[in-house]
């Protein structure tokens, strides 16, 4: 019996010229279809659960408003337009296609359900617009042109009375870039590599909040990806070479280690604007600001493939293997009424499937569901970890105080795991 097809895997590609979204058959090399139209800022293509893809659209000459695209693996035309309060630079979904999380041009940030397209909170976020976000479990990292990093926590985001017992509506707020944020990536949910433009890398614990290392470059880096099979990094430069970078963590160092750029990918194009890594860390697909595309092979170190995309700059890349799921047909756009009465536009239309299989992997909306179930288990109550006096007996609720015992002790174990793996770039 002949062995099953495998499935078709494609690289994507995306411009802020208005020259569609290409995607190339990794396996034969041939164009497979290209989306149009689309112009989309960097960061801003997001593979929905590989069921269809998002793109948040650059602004267009004298315009004022900017628009999400979305569109089916198997036409190439728009399926449905959305229009969000301020253009959104920054795009992602998590990995079961639960969310959608948009960081606009005047700082702010918008989550949208994907199955009812409720927009299910909107905040402030930065004092200026959002470059990048990285999402891990329920842990947000959003980057800005003002410099600064900031982690969310989404239940606290999500959940009222956590708002208003926190100190702060963010977990931790970073500063020690000097420039612009222009990428972020989590390596398993308790480290966070962001590049700016001052040339340099930063390595955050997203456990304990703080720096651990800061990495120098000779150029600015546009762009980062994560090697998942081990503690490297690459590094996107604007003098088109792709930077082989080492975490070596070590948490008793707070300096700068330039040591740690193990080699570069150079394929002598130009400014490397996109990075992204295939899941199991052996492929490397990188954008150039000259309109190239090239696969690399992590192992060897070479280029198996090389693209043309368009005459202007590449501004993201994704590796998906499509879900040829059968959604059913999009709704069109209408409005919707705010709190204050006020008609606004619903920004997300489109309604996950019935008969689609849960894809494994990121837990986030998992989590996010099971506390969604449980404000309606508790009569409506805005909390997971609820510790107010049991209404029967007048005691603590247990079980809340249970969960969050174990959840605290789970992930602090988690972190110091991790930590502890990572080689030290000090040691011999």
């Known amino acids: 019996m002949a062995p099953p097809p495998q499935p078709k895997q ?37 593979s929905v659960a590989d069921r269809f893809l998002a793109s948040a659209q650059a602004l267009p000459a004298g315009g004022n408003s900017g628009t999400i695209h979305f569109y089916y693996w198997d036409k190439p035309q728009v399926a449905v337009k959305s229009f969000p309060a301020e253009p959104i630079r920054a795009l992602i979904a998590d990995q079961e296609g639960s969310y959608l999380i948009g960081g606009g041009s005047n700082g702010n940030m918008f989550l949208w359900e994907v199955s009812s397209g409720e927009l299910l909170r909107t905040w402030h976020a930065h004092y200026r617009a959002v470059r990048c976000l990285a999402l891990y479990d329920y842990l947000l990292v959003s980057g800005s042109e003002d410099g600064s990093i900031k982690v969310w926590d989404l239940i606290t985001v999500l959940d009222e009375q956590s708002r208003l017992e926190a100190q702060t509506p963010y977990m931790y707020s970073f500063s020690q870039h000097a420039l612009p944020v222009t990428d972020i990536a989590c390596f398993l949910g308790a480290i966070a590599v962001s590049s700016s433009e001052d040339r340099t890398c930063k390595i955050w614990s997203l456990s304990e909040g703080r720096m651990l290392r800061s990495i120098s470059f000779p150029t600015s880096i546009g762009s980062v990806a994560l090697d998942p099979r081990s503690h490297i990094f690459y590094a996107g430069g604007r003098d088109g070479k792709i930077y082989v970078t080492a975490m070596g963590v070590d948490l008793s160092f707070h300096g700068s280690d330039e040591s740690s750029i193990l080699g570069t990918l150079d394929d002598h194009s130009k400014a490397v604007t ?155």
């Open 10 to 46: 494609l690289v994507l590609a995306a411009s802020s010229a208005d020259a569609g979204v290409a995607a190339w058959d990794l396996r034969t090399g041939a164009e497979d279809i290209r989306f149009r139209p689309c112009a989309s800022r960097p960061r801003s293509l997001a």
């Open 274 to 428: 996109s990075l992204a890594s295939s899941t199991d860390g052996l492929l490397l697909v990188s954008g150039f600001e000259d309109g190239n595309v090239r696969v690399w092979d992590t192992r060897c170190q070479q280029v198996t493939r090389k693209f043309k995309h368009s005459q202007g700059p590449v501004t993201n890349v994704l590796i998906v293997t499509p879900q040829r799921v059968n959604l059913p047909p999009l709704q069109p756009l209408r409005k919707v009424c705010s709190a204050n009465g006020e008609a606004e536009w619903r920004a997300v239309v489109l309604p996950r499937p019935e008969n689609d299989v849960p894809i494994p992997g990121n837990k986030t909306s998992i989590f996010m569901e099971r506390y969604l179930d449980e404000l309606q288990k508790h009569g409506g109550s805005s909390r997971l970890f609820d510790f107010e006096l049991n209404a029967q007996n007048g005691t603590p609720n247990q079980q809340g105080t249970e969960w969050r015992d174990r959840y605290l002790e789970l992930q602090d174990l988690f972190v110091h795991e991790v930590l502890h793996q990572m080689p030290s770039s000090r040691n011999p």
